[in-house]
Structures are given as C-alpha cells and as structure tokens.
C-alpha cells in the first residue's frame, strides 16, 4: 500500500497560491489549514479562499478545521465539494452527528485529535470516519518540532482500525520531514501532511516523491 503525501499550503506563499499548488501536482490530495484565532491562536483562512483553491487546483482538497463550533462550520466546508474535511473532535459537541453530515454532502469525514486527546473515547465511531488525524504538533503554527509522545497513540490507533475492519486512513500533521516520516509510517499512519518539508525545498514536487519513498520503506 503507497502512502499518501498531503503538502500543506500553510507554508506556500499565499499570494501566489493557484502557482504553488501547480509545484505540488504529484501530490495525493493538498491539505488546506483553516484557523479562527479561537481554536488555535493562529488565523488563516475561511470559505471564500478555500472555495477558490478548489476551484483552481489539480489535486483533491483535504480541509483541515482548527476552528471552534465545529458543528455548525463543517458542513459548509463540505458543501464546496472537498474531497475530505476533517473537524477537531475537542471542538465538536456532537462528533458522530457530524461525521454523518459531512458523508450525506459528499464528502470524506476527517476527524483530528490534539497530541493529549486520547484515541480511545472515540474508538466506537471509527465507521463513521474516513480518515483519524493524529496531531504530531500542537496545532496552530507550520515548522514546530514532530512529537514522538504522539507515537503510541499512532500504533493504538492502527491496532484498532485494523481491528475494526473499518477502512479508516490514519493522517499524521505536524514535524514531517525525511528524518521523522519513517517512525510516523511504522507507528501505522498512511496519511502524511508535510508543509515546511515540502514547500521549504527547492523542488516541492520532488520532495513530495522523496518522502512518499521514505514512508513507503
Ligand atoms: C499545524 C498545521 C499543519 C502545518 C504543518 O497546525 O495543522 O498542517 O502546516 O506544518 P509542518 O509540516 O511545517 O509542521
Ligand atoms: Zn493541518
């Protein structure tokens, strides 16, 4: 099974965004990082660029939320027509709701635990998920030092998707690079989101095929 290599275009240039995402075109999907300065103490962007970036890129969308009241701002992420959107389960008052909403508008749901929300509450919706992100950062800020306190909880996680029978990807976010994607893939994760490693280098393209090939050994 190949890995999925996901740049974030937090660490693209945001003015020339449509030209960043044509350097990443070998990428699985573009992750795409919304902040509301509430969630995470960190602002970025909202619905109107994002639906913008769909518009003009040539992979699919993965919308990363770190954004409060998750219930109520999700479906409409889903309702651009990413290919998966992916809320905060500490930002969620009703988590399995939404997993269903976001499905019934077509897209994949995410959901995406903090480096101290524990897996195991949550193991009893892992069929209403396409995709678990587990935050190898505190969320907020691209270029922060990966967390190998977050690899136990990578290698549970896969232990009970692959238990489960259920076709959930485990998504890594945060301090990906050549020297920490290996522990990521053996832990169990099949998802990598890269923005510094990748948008950092001289070659995004080509940084994309080198971690792809790191994660795949
Ligand atoms: C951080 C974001 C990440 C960020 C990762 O809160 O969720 O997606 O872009 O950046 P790097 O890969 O530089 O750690
Ligand atoms: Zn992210």
Redesign the pocket.
């Given at each position: 099974m190949s890995a999925c290599i996901h740049p974030?275009i937090?660490?693209a240039d945001f003015v020339n965004l449509e030209a960043e995402l044509a350097r990443i075109g070998g990428a699985d999907a573009v992750?795409v990082?919304v902040m509301d300065n509430h969630f995470?103490p960190n602002l970025t962007l909202g619905l109107p660029v994002v639906e913008r970036i769909q518009a003009v890129s040539p992979v699919p969308l993965d919308a990363?939320l770190?954004i409060a009241d998750a219930d109520r701002w999700a479906p409409l992420y889903a309702d651009l027509g990413l290919d998966s959107v992916t809320f905060h389960a500490e930002a969620a008052a009703a988590p399995v709701k939404l997993a269903r909403e976001l499905r019934a508008r077509g897209s994949k749901a995410g959901m995406a635990l903090r480096p101290a929300t524990a897996v195991e509450p949550y193991l009893d919706m892992l069929s209403e998920l396409d995709m678990l992100l587990i935050m190898t950062?505190e969320?907020?800020?691209?270029?922060?030092a990966f967390l190998d306190l977050t690899l136990p909880k990578i290698r549970r996680a896969r232990a009970a998707v692959d238990g489960s029978g259920a076709s959930v990807a485990i998504q890594v976010?945060?301090?990906?690079s050549a020297s920490t994607i290996e522990r990521a893939a053996e832990a169990g994760a099949d998802v990598f989101?890269?923005?510094?490693?990748v948008y950092g280098a001289d070659d995004p393209g080509d940084a994309v095929e080198r971690l792809r090939v790191l994660a795949d050994r």
């Amino acid at each position: 099974m190949s890995a999925c290599i996901h740049p974030s275009i937090l660490s693209a240039d945001f003015v020339n965004l449509e030209a960043e995402l044509a350097r990443i075109g070998g990428a699985d999907a573009v992750h795409v990082d919304v902040m509301d300065n509430h969630f995470v103490p960190n602002l970025t962007l909202g619905l109107p660029v994002v639906e913008r970036i769909q518009a003009v890129s040539p992979v699919p969308l993965d919308a990363h939320l770190m954004i409060a009241d998750a219930d109520r701002w999700a479906p409409l992420y889903a309702d651009l027509g990413l290919d998966s959107v992916t809320f905060h389960a500490e930002a969620a008052a009703a988590p399995v709701k939404l997993a269903r909403e976001l499905r019934a508008r077509g897209s994949k749901a995410g959901m995406a635990l903090r480096p101290a929300t524990a897996v195991e509450p949550y193991l009893d919706m892992l069929s209403e998920l396409d995709m678990l992100l587990i935050m190898t950062v505190e969320p907020g800020f691209g270029g922060q030092a990966f967390l190998d306190l977050t690899l136990p909880k990578i290698r549970r996680a896969r232990a009970a998707v692959d238990g489960s029978g259920a076709s959930v990807a485990i998504q890594v976010d945060g301090g990906i690079s050549a020297s920490t994607i290996e522990r990521a893939a053996e832990a169990g994760a099949d998802v990598f989101v890269a923005g510094s490693a990748v948008y950092g280098a001289d070659d995004p393209g080509d940084a994309v095929e080198r971690l792809r090939v790191l994660a795949d050994r």
